[in-house]
């Protein structure tokens, strides 16, 4: 039988294996590196950002193709935070790294009242200021740091609060067709990264600016898969690995799936909503499910 201190070392020995192959197959599953690349790993200084650092260094060393990996903080000039501790635990380490100076916390407070939710608008400023940077810079690939949970919470959000069957694809490219933005966390448990960052040790850097609004649709999505794991362990991954195994026609889209031309028969043209809907179809659009979620609460679905 192993010793305590034997048999933690053993356990978190597995868990970076496990972490390990997880990024390593989504990597290869979406072919998010290829030789050459240069990957601006954005580090906030949470347990996601720093667990992704971590793990794309260890297999930077055994991986099949070169490539070159440069941390990337921004400091949005949050009060009290703490602006030695990233550049201090990036050159013990070695890593390449930039700061990016940017008061994006003042905008924030200016623009929205108090009590507004935060998180949208501070995005916005974020991603503008590391596309910029990235653009700037010459790099191939933004990493960013979420992982399974964070896919499954925004799949659940769109569907609850838009009426839309949306997440965070593990790999996409910008809006405007610049950057390419890989998600290598795309398969690990947040769970397994919480363990991981605080086995390592990691200089975490909770986020004041954002994290006492309570009420955010992020968390109220997140306490309901907390309450889903509690009760059904694994919802989470069969969500995650449904988001994987898309069906267009067991779906309802007619722009996925061309339901109209299914058992079709003959050659005349079929009628459009202009027809069926007969005097009542001025100005027709398609309309939208009439599903909402109320944002005070979500259901308790079983």
């Excluded at 060393?61 to 602006?83: I, S």
């Excluded at 309570?214 to 009760?231: H, I, Y």
Aim: hydrophobic share 40%.
């Amino acid at each position: 039988m192993l010793q305590p201190d034997r048999k933690s070392a053993h356990e978190q020995q597995r868990l970076a294996k496990r972490l390990r192959h997880q990024v390593g197959r989504a990597i290869a599953d979406y072919g998010m590196i290829e030789d050459g690349d240069k990957i601006m790993v954005c580090l906030s200084g949470g347990k996601d950002s720093y667990t992704l650092l971590d793990i794309l260094l260890q297999l930077q060393k055994k991986a099949p193709v070169r490539f070159e990996l440069v941390a990337v903080n921004l400091d949005q000039k949050q009060p009290g935070f703490p602006e030695h501790v990233l550049p201090e635990y990036l050159s013990s380490l070695g890593v390449p790294f930039h700061i990016i100076e940017q008061d994006t916390y003042s905008v924030v407070k200016r623009v929205l009242p108090e009590g507004k939710t935060m998180c949208s608008l501070c995005s916005r400023l974020r991603r503008g200021a590391l596309y910029r940077y990235a653009e700037e810079n010459g790099f191939t690939r933004i990493a960013l740091g979420h992982h399974r949970d964070d896919m499954v919470a925004t799949f659940l959000m769109n569907l609850f609060h838009h009426a839309k069957l949306a997440s965070m694809p593990p790999k996409l490219r910008s809006d405007d067709g610049k950057h390419v933005v890989i998600r290598p966390l795309a398969y690990c448990a947040e769970t397994d990264i919480a363990a991981y960052a605080e086995a390592k040790g990691f200089p975490i850097i909770p986020c004041n600016l954002c994290g006492s609004q309570e009420n955010l649709q992020r968390k109220q999505v997140g306490r309901l898969m907390a309450e889903w794991e509690r009760q059904f362990p694994g919802r989470s991954e069969k969500i995650a690995r449904a988001l994987a195994d898309i069906r267009p026609s067991q779906l309802a889209d007619p722009n996925l799936f061309d339901f109209a031309s299914l058992g079709h028969r003959g050659e005349a043209a079929l009628p459009d909503a202009h027809g069926w809907l007969g005097g009542e179809a001025e100005a027709v659009e398609r309309a939208p499910i009439p599903l909402r979620v109320e944002d005070e609460g979500l259901p308790a679905l079983p």
